[in-house]
Every structure is written in structure tokens, then in C-alpha cells.
T-cell receptor, first 113, second 111 residues
Framework: NAGVTQTPKFQVLKTGQSMTLQCAQD?????MYWYRQDPGMGLRLIYY???????DKGEVPNGYNVSRLNKREFSLRLESAAPSQTSVYFC????????????FGDGTRLSIL | QKEVEQNSGPLSVPEGAIASLNCTYS??????FFWYRQYSGKSPELIMF????GDKEDGRFTAQLNKASQYVSLLIRDSQPSDSATYLC???????????FGSGTQLTVLP
């Protein structure tokens, strides 16, 4: 019972490099989310996908792009990484809509030098 | 003003006591409320959700919602050291389509 799987778990990048964070869920959920968590800041929504084929900006979308590849997979891309994007990134999913509980992956710890 | 506010703590209670965690929200039209537990270095884990005014109990946990006063609380009875974690409150504002999280309250249960 994997739930929400994120890869990689850890990553170190240099400023200006690009990378894609992967997320997959096996719960047949329609909605998926990407958050970042910084010390003392709680969880902030970057992008979300209410259903397959749709994506929308959250609170802090600048510097990121997303792709909802299919119902299971939702990826987050950093085109040109900046030190301010050093954070822990969580992917989550919910059955349909944000009035239902979200289930989180284990997170990706990303450091940008 | 943040949409969802929590006292960051740390909150310390002795083992066996009741831990009371509080959360206030600014959007009076908020409908759905969630409590997550997050151990250090781990991902958030759903504990409870509540949609209606009043209390909702699940084992040692009770969520309380008071929409008139715009607060939601989480009570943990018979607190255990394993309850030591950061507790995140989240609300769905009427003005937004997605959850807003508080910054969390760090709870320590002392043996």
C-alpha cells in the first residue's frame, strides 16, 4: 500500500540547474497538490491539479511549473533553481476537491547552493 | 493577518494530561477543517477533520469547531510521549479553493 510516492527523497542542486520532482499516487484520487514547507512557515501551496488535465497556481507558484501526466502522476519542475527554493517539498492527493482529507508523500528535501 | 493562526508553542504537558491545541481562522465562511500531526523530519499525517459545529471524537482525540467564534481546537486525552510532534491546523476558506495551513504548534509530552 504505497499511497503517495515521491522521488527523489534528497537532492542537492547548484544555482541555475533544473530538475523535476516526481509524484505518483495509487489511491485513484482525482486531485493532487504540491506544497513547500519552510521553517516556521507551515505548508504553502505551489500548484495543484483538481483533476486530470487541469492545473492551477497556488500561493507561491513563481519559479515552478507542473505537469499532470495522467491521473496517477503529478510532477513539479524547477527550471532554474535559486537558493530561495531550498525547502522540503510535499506532494499530496485527495479524492476530489480540497474539502476532503489530503494524503501526503514522504517529501523531497531539496538544497540549492 | 494570516488566514489560519496557531500558537507556535512549544506546548509542554505531562504524560497522562489533556493537551489542548487551538487554531483560529479569519474567513467566517470557512467550511472544512483538518488537523495533521507531523513528526520531526516526516510528512504530515491526517488525524481528524471536522465540518460541523460541535465536537467530533476519535479515540483519544477530540476536534471542536465553533464557527461563531471562528476557532477550531484539538484535544488529546491521556497524552503520551509518542504524541510529541507538531500539529498543523488547516481550513478551507470560502474565498479560496484550496486549504490554508497554519504554521503549526509544537507539542512535547513529558514522561
Amino acid at each position: 500500500n504505497a499511497g503517495v510516492t515521491q522521488t527523489p527523497k534528497f537532492q542537492v542542486l547548484k544555482t541555475g540547474q533544473s530538475m523535476t520532482l516526481q509524484c505518483a499516487q495509487d489511491m485513484n484520487h482525482n486531485s493532487m497538490y504540491w506544497y513547500r514547507q519552510d521553517p516556521g512557515m507551515g505548508l504553502r501551496l505551489i500548484y495543484y491539479s483538481a483533476s486530470e488535465g487541469t492545473t492551477d497556481k497556488g500561493e507561491v507558484p513563481n519559479g515552478y511549473n507542473v505537469s499532470r501526466l495522467n491521473k496517477r502522476e503529478f510532477s513539479l519542475r524547477l527550471e532554474s533553481a535559486a537558493p530561495s527554493q531550498t525547502s522540503v517539498y510535499f506532494c499530496a492527493s485527495s479524492p476530489t476537491g480540497s474539502n476532503q482529507p489530503q494524503h501526503f508523500g514522504d517529501g523531497t528535501r531539496l538544497s540549492i547552493l | 493577518q494570516k488566514e489560519v493562526e496557531q500558537n507556535s508553542g512549544p506546548l509542554s504537558v505531562p504524560e497522562g494530561a489533556i493537551a489542548s491545541l487551538n487554531c483560529t481562522y479569519s474567513d467566517r465562511g470557512s467550511q472544512s477543517f483538518f488537523w495533521y500531526r507531523q513528526y520531526s523530519g516526516k510528512s504530515p499525517e491526517l488525524i481528524m477533520f471536522i465540518y460541523s459545529n460541535g465536537d467530533k471524537e476519535d479515540g483519544r482525540f477530540t476536534a471542536q469547531l465553533n464557527k461563531a467564534s471562528q476557532y477550531v481546537s484539538l484535544l488529546i486525552r491521556d497524552s503520551q510521549p509518542s504524541d510529541s510532534a507538531t500539529y498543523l491546523c488547516a481550513a478551507l476558506p470560502s474565498s479560496a479553493r484550496q486549504l490554508t495551513f497554519g504554521s503549526g504548534t509544537q507539542l512535547t509530552v513529558l514522561p
